[in-house]
């Protein structure tokens, strides 16, 4: 396959392969199933020999013996139907298609009721489908033993960025391997390229590229190996290797720190705890055994003649949150609900990046901020609520989760009102810097305020540096 071949859409093999694979959980369930209850059996089965073998009663009643006798014959034959079932009738039956199975109805139906009425015309369609169905069931014996390998080059990716894998398939065997097609599912689509014949030992490699046009969690594989005849009446499949997830992040902008208005105070917000080494002074005091000589005030010591030494004033860290409103009645389209995650993306990593402390969450969840990979993953999986909430509980949220916060940044949709914005800012704590970031399709920057709120008004990615600017200044 060519990388810059995009993958197919969903095809009428992808189909039967998902009812493939669901047929195949349904019957590992009813197996799981049969094996509990022939445990639970054999445990019951043992416990009554011991009651037995204690209890005087238990020779006195004759029947006893032979009733359980009787159930442990039945549970046999039981399991070894589900046995038989599950090793050799179901795998074999699963091979024929739908299409298969018509085919196979009617060609019974015209051998019955041309050898029962003697009708030559019947037994000439019987004797045309027969032969196909037979040619088919050439197409699937046989077993190929592959050694497939699906090796992803990343695993994460920005939302516009192809991912590249490839499939190594290898002859592990002394024999040659007569050409067969690969699938590869990816998400609700299957790729399929063909396999030359391998001899013994030689391998293969195919290289794919999978379009990642919007944000999200795609499952790449499982590959298998698929033999089938070119009328579709029987299809055998075999999987060799697992899926793997790939994650598609939103994509971001790096923000410069003069576009990061909300962390334009470097020495953070003054407490009242005294420190001995910070970067806000405070006042002098008398040298203490134990100080470091750096802060020794000479100029001060030279005049009062005793040394005298520097008292600092110990700061608060800068804490931004970044709070992501997810609500999908706020919102008047996919794509603008996609611009407010990464809007939110791009601020929660400028802040990351510049080794802020970092509050991000939206109404129903909260992002990782252990590491940057965590914290885009999440923001993936992030989805529209479709339930209604009331706007002032981000706000409230927001200062319980971050109650020393120095700025809170509101990412909000073109559908939040002022009235509910301002509800939220009304929940913040006193003095933090609070800004509201509206996405709006192709909308120009401008900028606003509603009471304390800053409010700015983003259309595009790009314009986010800029509309951040506008803010700190």
């Not at 050898?115 to 088919?136: D, M």
């Not at 590959?223 to 299809?235: A, E, G, I, N, Q």
């Not at 559908?415 to 301002?422: F, S, V």
């Amino acid at each position: 396959m060519n990388t810059e071949t995009p993958l197919p859409s969903d095809t009428a093999d992808a189909r039967a392969a998902k009812a493939a694979s669901r047929k195949r959980r349904s019957a590992a369930r009813a197996e799981a199933r049969a094996e509990a209850r022939t445990r639970r059996k054999r445990a019951g089965a043992a416990a009554g020999d011991t009651g037995a073998a204690s209890s005087p009663d238990a020779h006195d009643d004759g029947q006893r013996p032979a009733e359980s006798a009787s159930l442990s014959g039945a549970a046999g034959l039981r399991d070894r139907a589900v046995e038989l079932w599950q090793r050799w009738i179901h795998p074999v039956l699963d091979v024929v298609s739908p299409i298969g199975w018509a085919v196979i109805g009617v060609t019974a139906a015209c051998w019955f009721v041309g050898l029962t009425l003697h009708i030559t015309e019947l037994n000439v369609i019987a004797f045309a489908l027969t032969v196909p169905l037979l040619i088919a069931a050439l197409f699937v014996l046989g077993r190929a033993s592959y050694r497939i390998t699906l090796d992803l080059q990343t695993h994460r990716v920005v939302v516009g960025t192809r991912a590249v894998g490839r499939v190594e398939v290898a002859n592990p065997t002394q024999r040659t391997i007569l050409p067969s097609r690969i699938e590869l599912a990816v998400g609700s689509a299957t790729a399929q390229f063909l396999v030359p014949r391998l001899a013994a030992g030689a391998e293969h490699e195919e290289l794919f590229a999978v379009p990642t046009r919007r944000r999200a969690v795609l499952v790449v594989g499982p590959v298998r190996s698929v033999r089938d005849d070119p009328l579709s009446l029987m299809r055998r499949q075999v999987t060799w290797a697992r899926a793997q997830e790939l994650f598609v992040h939103p994509r971001t902008v790096r923000l410069d720190e003069a576009a990061s208005g909300f962390l334009r105070d470097l020495e953070g917000t003054p407490s009242s705890d005294l420190s001995s080494s910070d970067i806000a002074f405070h006042a002098l005091r008398d040298y203490a055994p134990g100080d470091d000589r750096r802060h020794v005030h000479w100029r001060t010591t030279a005049r009062t003649g005793k040394l005298m030494v520097r008292q600092f004033e110990e700061t608060r860290r800068s804490h931004v949150v970044v709070a992501m409103d997810n609500l999908a009645e706020h919102y008047g389209s996919e794509d603008e609900f996609e611009l407010a995650v990464s809007v939110a993306a791009s601020i929660s990593a400028q802040t990351f990046r510049e080794e802020k402390e970092l509050t991000s969450f939206s109404f129903d969840e909260r992002q990782r901020t252990g590491t940057l990979r965590q914290m885009m993953d999440d923001y993936t999986v992030l989805e529209q609520r479709k339930e209604r909430a009331s706007f002032h509980e981000l706000g409230q949220k927001a200062a319980d989760l971050a109650p020393n916060a120095s700025a809170v940044m509101l990412v909000v949709g073109s559908h939040t009102t002022a009235r509910e914005l301002n509800s939220a800012a009304n929940q913040l704590p006193i003095g933090v810097l609070a800004v509201a970031i509206r996405c709006v399709d192709d909308a120009e920057v401008k900028r606003s305020a509603i009471g304390g709120l800053d409010v700015v008004t983003v259309g595009s990615l790009d314009t986010l540096g800029r509309a951040l600017r506008a803010v700190g200044r």
